[in-house]
């Protein structure tokens, strides 16, 4: 009978809680978007069981918190939890979360706190929430898509506060919207920033004021997570995109471009920019034609660029890396194909023309350049070169595709936390062709090192 015995309830005055913290910060949270949900942890160290009176949100029911301890939340009738018993020598599990509703441009600062009332003794947990308004772009009653740009009617997106993307964001056709330098877009989970057939994007950043695409969840754990939002899809017929000086981070694909009909003039002109940590690949061309210059393509669960289904692709100064370490990666950097299946049947297009001047392509797999092409339509119809470059790869590189290349390291600064700028030893130091004039580097900085002649392979210049 002694051993069913409940234990008695600690209740001496000098008993206290234990917290795995004593505060609770939501860095920039965005009113449409809600929180995510925070949690620490409530340790009894005692032998006995310890019973609090009382947890409950200082600001009461005008909390912008929400607050469950052990499976039970406060709620706007019951904004107090009462008698909540902790074993000896056990914890609970407490989850915040915060809805905030900001206006204006600048940030809003929430605080409040979780009041703990144990055995007469006050404790409390403090909580703090950066809320930011935004310009909310989501879907239209009954849509799975929102339109930013419609036909006929050019839109310049104001720059003055932040732009919180949902679903699909059209850019219409006969349209063209314009991101101006500074502007933030934060992508909610499998957001499409999406350019239709006939539309144009310009995206036009500036050197330390650079457009910036990443996911709506800003907390320091998020900082490097890949695929948290979906892409920007330049599709199929879109035309004259300009994409300059911007940082695109943290989604599945960074940049889609669908089939031209024409490789006349590019889809895409692509300068100063940083596309990097995306779940399947930065760069995705389908039979698009693609201008790119000073551009870093890095980290990415499966290619870096994925040139397929033919098209026409220039890239000068530009640094593809991939040192990804998230789980195994078997795919090249590079993939370039001509070619796509239909059912049973090979649909052959021509790859016109792929170029890399002055470019580096290296990670730390084997073979970082995939070469897949069909030569049902000749052989002009996978034109192909690399051009003073460094490549990781195990190809023999004594043929037409090839002119100066090199299999060293590279030698980037620091890959754990993607800065591919070029150190004092680096081998890409002045390899560069002097043919391929790009006068400055994606530092801004002049191109080549006046104390040089000869500019350095990729998108930086080292200094």
Request: with cysteine; proline share 4%; hydrophobic share 35%.
């Amino acid at each position: 009978m002694s051993s069913c015995k409940k234990d008695e309830l600690i209740t001496d005055s000098s008993a206290k809680l234990q917290f795995s913290t004593d505060s609770v910060l939501f860095d920039t949270v965005f009113h449409f978007a809600g929180s995510t949900t925070k949690v620490f942890r409530i340790y009894n160290t005692y032998d006995q069981p310890i019973n609090i009176s009382k947890a409950y949100l200082a600001g009461g029911t005008g909390s912008a918190f929400k607050l469950n301890i052990d499976g039970v939340s406060t709620t706007a009738s019951a904004p107090v939890l009462t008698d909540i018993e902790i074993l000896g020598g056990d914890s609970l599990y407490v989850f915040v979360q915060v809805f905030v509703n900001p206006t204006g441009s600048l940030p809003l600062i929430v605080k409040d706190s979780i009041i703990f009332e144990t055995n007469g003794n006050i404790q409390d947990v403090k909580l703090l929430a950066i809320g930011q308004d935004v310009y909310l772009h989501k879907p239209l009653p009954g849509k799975f898509y929102s339109i930013i740009g419609r036909s006929g009617f050019d839109t310049i997106l104001p720059n003055d506060k932040p732009h919180l993307m949902f679903g699909y964001v059209v850019v219409d056709s006969a349209c063209k919207v314009t991101i101006q330098a500074g502007t933030k877009i934060y992508m909610h989970n499998s957001a499409v920033l999406w350019v239709y057939k006939e539309g144009t994007l310009e995206i036009l950043g500036t050197h330390g004021n650079e457009v910036r695409f990443q996911g709506d969840r800003l907390e320091p754990e998020y900082k490097d997570i890949p695929g948290q939002w979906g892409k920007i899809w330049l599709s199929q017929l879109s035309k004259n995109n300009i994409i300059d000086w911007a940082i695109i981070k943290n989604g599945q694909i960074g940049i889609q471009v669908d089939t031209v009909a024409s490789l006349t003039n590019p889809t895409l002109r692509l300068s100063n920019t940083i596309v990097k940590n995306m779940s399947a690949a930065a760069l995705y061309g389908q039979g698009a034609h693609i201008r790119a210059v000073n551009c870093v393509f890095a980290n990415c669960g499966q290619y870096v660029a994925a040139l397929t289904i033919g098209g026409k692709y220039r890239f000068e100064h530009c640094t593809f890396a991939n040192f990804w370490d998230r789980d195994e990666r078997n795919t090249p950097i590079i993939a370039l194909s001509n070619y796509y299946v239909s059912g049973s049947a090979y649909i052959v297009r021509p790859l016109d023309s792929a170029y890399f001047g002055n470019c580096i392509i290296y990670g730390d797999i084997d073979e970082e350049i995939g070469i897949d092409s069909l030569s049902l339509a000749g052989p002009g119809y996978f034109s192909y070169k690399f051009d003073h470059c460094i490549l990781k790869t195990q190809r023999n590189t004594a043929n037409v595709h090839y002119n100066t290349v090199y299999t060293n390291n590279p030698g980037y600064r620091d890959i754990s936390i993607n800065d591919y700028r070029l150190n004092a030893t680096s081998f890409a130091v002045d390899k560069g062709d002097t043919g391929i004039f790009i006068p400055f580097d994606l530092n801004n900085a002049a191109r080549p090192n006046p104390s040089t002649s000869l500019p350095d392979l990729g998108a930086y210049e080292f200094y």
